[in-house]
């Protein structure tokens, strides 16, 4: 058995939560994990304790839902990422389609937190999206790291992201191509058979 652990110190005492992260759970006995990891994971980014969307996030979580992180404006792939996901019988969550009047940095984690899997391109090092590529590692999420081979896009990755292998591309086609594969050997909940017909 591998117990799957996290810990949070609240006051003077350490709250432990595990999960048997060998098993499937169905998906209620999953939002009960995920709700009790989610009041014991990481601290609140902008300081508000406890979180105070812990319900919307326990039932609107789903394995199949992914978090796409992208440039906010001029961004050519976004359909392109939503029909792979489409395929994959996968729904993107993307932070813009969701209009609210909380703080940007609240809804975005929330998002992020009713996720298993996210997908972030980072092809224009834009400061938000490498932002939240960190938030989404330090909840424990895969992540697909995009990054554009192209001239018109290149750019020198951050330093801390130099060792970790990207979903590298040139063009809608291989972008389709690359990610698909990306879901298949990643996300189990994805309809592979879907996906490998679509390749």
Do not use: H
Not at 70 to 88: A, D, H, Q
């Amino acid at each position: 058995m591998t117990l799957v652990s996290t810990e949070r110190r609240v006051e003077n005492e350490v709250i432990r939560a595990e999960v048997d992260s060998t098993t499937y759970l169905p998906q209620e006995e999953m939002k009960k994990v995920a709700r009790r990891l989610t009041e014991l994971s990481f601290g609140c980014p902008i300081g508000n304790s406890p979180c105070g969307q812990i319900d919307e996030i326990v039932r609107e979580y789903s394995d199949k839902n992914v978090f796409v992180a992208i440039p906010y404006s001029n961004y050519r792939y976004e359909n392109t990422i939503r029909e792979v996901l489409t395929k994959g019988t996968l729904l993107a969550k993307v932070a813009k389609d969701k209009i609210t009047s909380q703080i940007i940095l609240c809804k975005i984690c929330k998002e992020m937190r009713k996720c298993s899997y996210g997908i972030m391109d980072i092809s224009r090092n834009t400061a938000n999206v490498i932002y939240e590529l960190g938030l989404m590692q330090s909840l424990g999420k895969k992540c697909a790291i995009l990054l554009s081979t192209s001239k018109r896009m290149l750019c020198e990755r951050p330093t801390d992201l130099q060792g970790i292998e990207n979903v590298t591309y040139r063009s809608y086609k291989t972008l389709k191509r690359k990610l698909a594969r990306w879901l298949i050997d990643n996300v189990q909940e994805s309809d592979i058979s879907a996906l490998k017909e679509y390749l």
